[in-house]
């Protein structure tokens, strides 16, 4: 139990463009969702919490303008990479939860931007 | 501010060998939550064991195990019988509510292999 997929997995796109990320949880009604950001051998940071059909709150530093989140649902999230550049590149990973349940992951998405 | 810190970068052990991993934290709170989370190369984040703060009882999950000290705020990880399996990132996580909000606050990480 406890799924949640994430959508895609590798995506690479051409500098300017804007790129959709979509987190799902499969079996479980998603509460909380959660974006974070992952550069190659660090750490997770967390971009921003998303309560279903609230606005995102976003952490400071991280650019709401640039990194939309939409959570329409109790099953799905989308984080929108809007005229993405190079310095985007990177590993995106969500998560969910229900209540105060632990967060469940998704698989992560590479996002490599030429 | 919580911050929480691995101080191992990497760890290497053989097949079948015990291994601890340290994680430390800073907290003024009294009640939170502390969780272990491995990531293989896949990626992907597998919750390996959690603690309550308010429960003295170290917790226990098969092969893993871990050793909370509240007093010293220290929260490490015990791998018994290392499999080929268990070579992975692993990180040490602290979670507590903010305002109705939790999140959670990773350490640096530790890349542990198992070697045959």
């Known amino acids: 139990g406890a799924v949640v997929s994430q959508h895609p997995s590798w995506v690479i796109c051409k500098s300017g463009t804007s790129v959709k990320i979509e987190c799902r949880s499969l079996d479980f009604q998603a509460t909380t969702m959660f974006w974070y950001r992952q550069f190659p051998k660090q750490s997770l940071m967390l971009m921003a919490t998303s309560n279903e059909g609230s606005k995102a709150t976003y952490e400071q530093g991280v650019e709401k303008d640039k990194f939309l989140i939409n959570h329409a649902s109790l099953t799905l999230s989308t984080l929108t990479v809007t005229s993405a550049h190079p310095e985007d590149s990177s590993f995106y990973i969500c998560?969910?939860?229900?209540?105060?349940?632990?967060?469940?992951f998704g698989d992560g998405t590479r996002l490599s931007i030429l | 501010a919580q911050t929480v810190t691995q101080s191992q970068p990497e760890m290497s052990v053989q097949e079948a060998e015990t291994v601890t991993l340290s994680c430390t934290y800073d907290t003024s709170e009294s009640n939170y939550y502390l969780f272990w989370y491995k990531q293989p190369p896949s990626r992907q984040m597998i919750l390996v064991i959690r603690?309550?703060?308010?429960?003295?009882q170290n917790a226990t999950e098969n092969r893993f195990s871990v050793n909370f000290q509240k007093a010293a705020k220290s929260f490490s990880l015990k791998i018994s019988d290392s499999q080929l399996g268990d070579t992975a990132m692993y990180f040490c996580?602290?979670?507590?509510?903010?305002?109705?909000?939790?999140?959670?606050?990773f350490g640096q990480g530790t890349r542990l292999t198992i070697n045959p």
């Open positions: 996580a602290f979670m507590k509510q903010i305002q109705g909000a939790q999140k959670l606050v």
């Open positions: 603690q309550e703060a308010y429960k003295q």
């Open positions: 998560s969910a939860r229900f209540g105060f349940q632990p967060q469940h």
